[in-house]
């Protein structure tokens, strides 16, 4: 670490390459919204703040991988084909061959010490790989863009990028360029302004119909649906406020009354309940009575559950998250274990899964190209629960596979975690099972000899089913005593014996 902060001629207590600024608004930065609307979504609505925090902290599980192409494998005349062949094989779950399948066939080289890899997995001294790409996810879901800066070596200016810094998106301004589509980016602090290169920031941005150089929040599309969800809560609290009671009532005295009079009523209710409790329509010289207005039913008037359902579903839609695993009463009123595992399953499947390629997309265009002896990165998901098989379920097909010939007894034990080479042990094979060497596969099988008796007298010397002295292998039928035969495990000749 100190060798970075001197390389940087950085303080220590202050190695970012981004200068500082108070935490303050800059103001809306793209046409397509602003930053701190979206971020006070996420600060005061508890299902976005949910939403958001959810792909975060799933989106800093996985770790960052390098690998290099062997374009000159030894096992293929044509490897390029080779390789895209091996990419389109479909394991039993229906995906692509993982990446171990390639680095087994010689396709693939790993880059686990790789200076790419090792800067991703710990972009800077400050922030781990799950807070980096948590980050990322936060920013792309509230802004639709993300901004890391390259922080080079002051002393090699065009050397590779030593660190990544987040930028904050709504202080990102980008420089059309004419020529090169964008010239940089300007970084405003709050008290000055600074610009950078394009080469030195990566952009991540959604896709937007109505701007070529930023990205439009997610959140855009359910601004309303989060104006009558923060509408329900205050009048949720006004409601709670007044005591129970409904927007309004109607209070009539017998005796007539002035502007003044009707006023001064108005005041001392609301003092009373500390707050606006809705307005009194007063009405004079008439009978002396009270009627609340609304709000029949209390609480349910006050709060309806189908309107709530709606903007729960609405915005757990939006950011591509089943409602069981988000905690939303729709998703609770029919969630079970299995139904929970599978929508943790279509959690990653439709919406992290794209997310992280959309992530490592922009990683090899924009900086993997600026690194030597690699070809690319990749967020490695084998290791994510929510897409591991089922144990039962892997080895229930493995056994399957195994009954039918399609995978070796030495594939069947590595595929279900157990030692390949079996040396040694005594094991109780399927009854009318046959066990065939790989290199006998496809041979027809050699008769074994069969002897029949001629005589009456002779059937009484046949022992229906011989078995080998030695391993006790079944090796004929109706062989007469007195017979040989040969064991075709190959413990040798023997005469058969009652």
Not at 33 to 39: E, K
Not at 242 to 260: D, F, I, M, R
Not at 333 to 338: L, N
Not at 377 to 395: G, N, R
Request: net charge negative; aromatic share 10%; charged share 25%.
């Amino acid at each position: 670490m100190g060798i970075i902060a001197d390389t940087f001629r950085l303080p220590v207590r202050n190695r970012s390459p981004l200068p500082s600024a108070p935490f303050q608004s800059s103001g809306l930065y793209t046409p397509t919204g602003s930053f701190q609307q979206t971020g006070r979504a996420y600060a005061t609505n508890e299902i976005v703040y949910a939403a958001v925090e959810l792909l975060a902290s799933s989106a800093g599980e996985p770790h960052l991988c390098g690998r290099r192409w062997r374009r000159n494998s030894p096992t293929s005349r044509n490897p390029r084909a080779s390789i895209l062949n091996e990419k389109k094989i479909l394991n039993a779950k229906g995906i692509p061959a993982p990446n171990a399948m390639l680095v087994k066939n010689g396709y693939v080289e790993e880059l686990p010490d790789h200076p790419l890899v090792e800067l991703l997995n710990a972009p800077n001294p400050y922030m781990s790989r799950g807070q980096f790409w948590g980050t990322a996810v936060m920013d792309r879901s509230l802004a639709g863009n993300f901004y890391a800066l390259k922080a080079r070596s002051k002393q090699f200016p065009n050397s590779f990028p030593l660190q990544l810094w987040r930028m904050r998106p709504d202080r990102v301004k980008i420089i059309p360029s004419k020529d090169n589509f964008i010239e940089g980016y300007e970084y405003n602090t709050g008290t000055d302004k600074v610009i950078y290169a394009a080469k030195d920031v990566l952009h991540w941005k959604t896709r937007n119909p109505f701007n070529d150089y930023y990205g439009m929040p997610p959140l855009m599309p359910i601004m309303g649906r989060l104006d009558i969800d923060w509408y329900m809560q205050s009048f949720l609290k006004r409601f709670f406020e007044s005591g129970g009671a409904g927007p309004g009532a109607v209070l009539t005295v017998k005796t007539k009354l002035t502007q003044e009079a009707k006023d001064e009523l108005r005041e001392r209710k609301s003092r009373m309940f500390s707050g606006p409790t809705g307005e009194w329509l007063i009405l004079d010289n008439t009978e002396s009575s009270y009627q609340q207005l609304g709000l029949n039913r209390g609480l349910r008037d006050a709060l309806p559950k189908e309107l709530d359902a709606v903007s729960e579903a609405r915005i757990a839609m939006v950011f591509g998250i089943p409602g069981s695993i988000l905690g939303l009463l729709i998703g609770y009123e029919s969630s079970s274990y299995a139904n929970k595992r599978a929508d943790w399953q279509v959690l990653w499947d439709v919406t992290m899964a794209p997310m992280l390629s959309d992530l490592d997309d922009v990683l090899n265009l924009s900086l993997a190209p600026e690194f030597t002896g690699i070809d690319d990165v990749y967020f490695d998901l084998d290791d994510i629960k929510a897409l591991q098989e089922d144990t039962d379920k892997m080895h229930d097909r493995t056994r399957k596979n195994f009954q039918a010939g399609l995978v070796s007894l030495e594939e069947a034990r590595d595929e279900i975690g157990y030692d390949p080479a079996i040396s040694e042990g005594l094991f109780q094979l399927p009854s009318g099972a046959t066990v065939v060497p790989f290199e006998e596969m496809g041979e027809t099988p050699e008769p074994l000899p069969l002897a029949l008796p001629e005589t009456p007298e002779e059937m009484q010397n046949v022992v229906a089913e011989p078995r080998c002295p030695k391993c006790s292998r079944r090796v004929g039928a109706n062989i007469q005593v007195g017979g040989s035969l040969d064991c075709p495990k190959g413990c040798g000749y023997f005469e058969v014996t009652a």
